[in-house]
Nanobody
């Protein structure tokens, strides 16, 4: 499965961005049975969990620092996962990656993810 993330950019603190990540696979492979997630990596730091969503979209999981500001959602018909980011802060600046979990739940464990997108840069100015 290949993942294409887009929607990043430069925004001022307090602003919003919506990230999208579209999955495509050979032989009609879909991700509708897989959990999906977003992680991010800031310069000099390790990749960290941001949010995840179960295969049906009925369960979500968020990192403490983004709760109440970010919303993850998915459209299985489009094989796409979204991350709505509101009230952005400078500390949200990072490259954001989407991933496909090996499992159906909403997991925060990066080791559970089998495929990753190429990342999209989000920069929040103060």
């Amino acid at each position: 499965v290949q993942l294409q993330a887009y929607g990043g950019g430069l925004v001022r603190a307090g602003g919003s961005l919506r990230l999208s990540c579209a999955a495509s696979g050979r032989y009609g492979r879909t991700v509708s049975n897989n959990g999906l997630g977003w992680f991010r990596q800031a310069p000099g730091k390790e990749r960290e969990f941001v949010a995840s969503i179960s295969w049906r979209g009925d369960s979500t999981n968020y990192a403490d620092g983004v709760k109440g500001r970010f919303t993850i959602s998915r459209d299985n018909a489009r094989n796409t996962v979204y991350l709505q980011m509101d009230n952005l802060k400078p500390e949200d600046t990072a490259v954001y990656y989407c991933g496909v979990s090996r499992y159906s739940g909403a997991t925060s464990d990066p080791g559970s993810y089998a495929s990753w997108g190429q990342g999209t840069q989000v920069t929040v100015s103060s």
